[in-house]
């Protein structure tokens, strides 16, 4: 089982960035993904969530309306677009799946927002 996010970087305040999450070694369909974030010293939040088909999302109050999640079943992928970052948006993401019965996490991607 493989969760591997790419895309992070570094960007300036008001840019945008797009981060993906390829899934492999499990029924990519069957789970819904979450994106998480860390920042230096703060605990792990729940940034974003999609449902296993995609009909179904849901967002931290920090991040929306700037930010949307979305899913390609075909090509085990979720992605996190995100607008309008700010430097408090920097962070380690984590990409996340999970069922009924099994979570599995990716090894995260950092972003940073500066000037």
């Known amino acids: 089982v493989q969760l591997v996010e790419s895309g992070g970087g570094l960007v300036q305040p008001g840019g945008s960035l797009r981060i993906s999450c390829e899934a492999s070694g499990f029924t990519f369909s069957g789970y819904a993904m979450r994106w998480y974030r860390q920042a230096p010293g703060k605990e792990r939040e729940l940034v974003a969530g999609i449902s296993n088909g995609g009909g179904s999302t849901n967002y931290a109050d920090s991040v929306k309306g700037r930010f949307t999640i979305s899913r390609d079943n075909d090509k085990n992928t979720v992605y996190l677009q995100m607008n309008s970052l700010k430097p408090e948006d920097t962070a380690v993401y984590y990409c996340?799946?999970?069922?009924?019965?099994?979570?599995?996490w990716g090894q995260g991607t950092q972003v940073t927002v500066s000037s």
């Open positions: 996340n799946a999970v069922s009924w019965r099994y979570e599995y």
